[in-house]
């Protein structure tokens, strides 16, 4: 190799490795703007939304509030584990005349309803307060479920109540693959291992199946209420139980619920306050802000910038 080419060899090795330290040195950069995106807004959230939180009205004394939302279930926020946090925070502050829940959702899925419902009885024993349940447009089915537990609840007259039922949808392609010209090959151990396929034929066994499965569930939904609703239910269990809902104003007089208002008249009536302080606020601001610092900071440290269910 002659002396020049040997140079100009040297030459574009160094000016790979400068432009490769430059490119570290910026992403370095990159990831400590982006650090400190993420403590300023940590700092802000914590000085400003978790120590107050409480809305306003006259007076100084308050009640915890968390506002229960959306579908029940374990990847959404009506969840077991993002609810009992804030149901414990919301009990454990000794300041506060009691509890409510304003909830506003159509149900989910019974495991997590009953873990929610549970979660609520005994924070209730524990701390000795007063739970109250407020209604939205809909207290429903899973919703319902999780309502019962508390002391008593209030419900708009127009809002979608009761339902306790259980329903498992899905869908049947049995003779599709046919008609499409497509074999499917299942392989599987132990006989009732495709139980359900959608791709075959239903039969009377698996019918029997589903009606036990929702029927033990829908057994325990009634035991929930019947005992939640001691002494308070206006009607026959034929009625009550069948699956079917209501608008507050009739599921008053059915004894589902004790009394029509909204969020501000049960906590007069129940608490004589006007204020609350919301446990779940800071929590979903923190979420969301969260979630934008993260997309945020993949950008900056890119190199290119059917189960059964308590539901309506």
Do not use: C
């Not at 693959?177 to 009732?192: C, D, I, N, P, T």
């Not at 699956?243 to 104003?249: I, L, N």
């Amino acid at each position: 190799m002659s002396e020049e080419s040997e140079n100009l060899t040297q030459l574009l090795v160094k000016d790979l490795i400068q432009e490769k330290r430059s490119e570290k040195r910026w992403k370095n950069i990159r990831f400590f703007i982006g650090l400190l995106v993420i403590v300023l807004i940590l700092f802000v959230v914590f000085s400003e939304s978790t120590p107050n939180n409480l809305s306003e009205g006259e007076g100084k004394d308050y009640v915890s509030m968390v506002r229960l939302q959306g579908m029940i279930g374990p990847d959404d926020d009506f969840s077991a584990q993002n609810v009992v946090p804030l149901l414990v925070n919301a009990f454990k502050d000794t300041e506060s005349k009691g509890v409510i829940l304003d909830i506003n959702s159509g149900g989910g899925t019974p495991v997590q309803a009953s873990i929610i419902h549970d979660a609520i009885l005994d924070l209730k024993k524990k701390y000795n307060k007063k739970v109250i349940v407020v209604g939205e447009d809909m207290l429903a089915s899973g919703a319902y479920f999780v309502a019962v537990a508390a002391d008593k609840i209030y419900v708009n007259p127009n809002s979608i109540t009761g339902s306790i039922g259980v329903i498992m949808k899905g869908f049947g392609f049995a003779d599709l693959l046919k008609k499409v010209g497509v074999e499917r090959r299942v392989y599987a151990s132990g006989a009732e291992k495709d139980r359900l396929d959608p791709f075959l034929p239903q039969n009377a066994a698996d019918v029997a199946k589903i009606d036990q499965l929702i029927g033990d569930i829908h057994e325990n939904f009634v035991k929930v209420v019947v005992e939640g609703r001691k002494g308070k239910l206006q009607a026959d269990p034929k009625i009550l139980f069948t699956g079917d809902f209501w608008t507050g104003q009739s599921a008053l007089k059915l004894g589902l619920i004790d009394g029509l208002g909204n969020l501000q008249d049960v906590m007069r009536k129940e608490f004589s306050v006007q204020r609350y302080k919301d446990y779940s606020q800071s929590e979903s601001v923190m979420k969301a802000l969260m979630g934008q610092v993260g997309a945020s900071m993949k950008m900056m440290m890119s190199d290119d910038a059917a189960l059964p269910s308590l539901s309506r």
